[in-house]
């Protein structure tokens, strides 16, 4: 009996009585392992320890049906794994929620998480992460190409704590504030991170855009103990931002140089105010001002 195999399928040559008998189907397991596809992207390859970490996933589903992933038998339908370089499996500090969910043949269905609360990936080094889909018609995973992340830290430049007013609930903790910078190949970024060093929590940590690296950043603290940040983000471009004491982003804007740089000021009630420039969209309303229409251009020239 001879045995040829034909993209995925076996077939069979009996030789009987001068008659060539031959049975088809046999399925190879690649046949299965295309069923559903999964796909795991990263913005960028460096990340900062506590910034979230934001993974787009995309499922796509070549069942050739309408499928319906759902937690089966103690299984959960969606998840990650992480190792470290060493190969040692970093286990999750909380299990994500994954409502079931339908997709129609042929198409994908795109998801991000932030795998930041999810993972204890603080420690510095590199960390490969795939993602993976549990079909429960089929019992079996689909897993997606492992990518590669680094965490590292970031400089320091300013740092100050402050107290907790007592009117927040959590009057007696202790916020830090801390500004951090760090070099990526195309340009430099403004990090904010918020904690409470005593208890060893992170309450955020997250980049407050470019930052050009000749002007060091301006920061203060109101009088309600939030943060006041003022960076030069481009040539005669400054982003303001302020910070909660739990490191909400409370307010942003862009200002634009005018005749004097914006800067600090603190009013006698004890608030911080913005000095020098204007805002983007004031900017943007001198200058079409500026501009002559043609409705008040003269129709001729002058005379002598």
């Given amino acids: 009996m001879n045995i040829f195999s034909l993209r995925g399928f076996c077939i069979f040559f009996v030789p009987m009585r001068n008659t060539v008998l031959f049975l088809v189907f046999s399925f190879i397991v690649g046949a299965a392992n295309a069923q559903i596809q999964v796909q795991l992207k990263f913005n960028r390859l460096q990340y900062i320890a506590y910034e979230p970490l934001i993974a787009t996933v995309t499922i796509t589903n070549r069942a050739g049906r309408d499928i319906d992933l759902r937690d089966e038998g103690g299984q959960h339908w969606f998840g990650f794994e992480v190792t470290r370089n060493e190969g040692q499996s970093i286990g999750p500090a909380t299990t994500p929620e994954s409502p079931p969910l339908q997709i129609e043949a042929s198409q994908s269905v795109t998801q991000k998480i932030n795998l930041t609360p999810l993972f204890p990936m603080q420690d510095f080094g590199a960390y490969h992460v795939r993602a993976h889909v549990y079909f429960a018609d089929l019992g079996r995973y689909f897993y997606s190409p492992a990518k590669v992340i680094e965490i590292t830290d970031a400089r320091p430049i300013w740092k100050q704590s402050v107290g907790v007013p007592g009117s927040s609930g959590a009057g007696g903790d202790v916020r830090t504030y801390s500004l951090m910078t760090n070099r990526f190949p195309d340009h430099t970024s ?11 929590i992170v309450y ?51 200002l634009v140089e005018t005749k004097t740089r914006p800067h600090f000021k603190r009013t006698a009630e004890g608030d911080v105010a913005i000095i020098g420039g204007m805002t983007e969209s004031a900017a943007a309303r001198a200058a079409e001002n500026a501009v002559p229409k043609l409705s008040t251009r003269p129709d001729k020239p002058p005379g002598d």
């Fill in 204 to 254: 955020a940590t997250y980049s407050l855009g470019h930052v050009i690296a000749f002007d060091e950043p301006h920061a203060e603290i109101d009088r309600e103990n939030r943060l006041h940040v003022l960076h030069c983000a481009g040539p005669r471009v400054w982003s303001y931002v302020t910070i909660g004491l739990n490191g909400q982003l409370l307010a942003r804007s862009t």
């Fill in 190 to 200: 403004l990090y904010v991170r918020v904690e409470d060093e005593n208890r060893g």
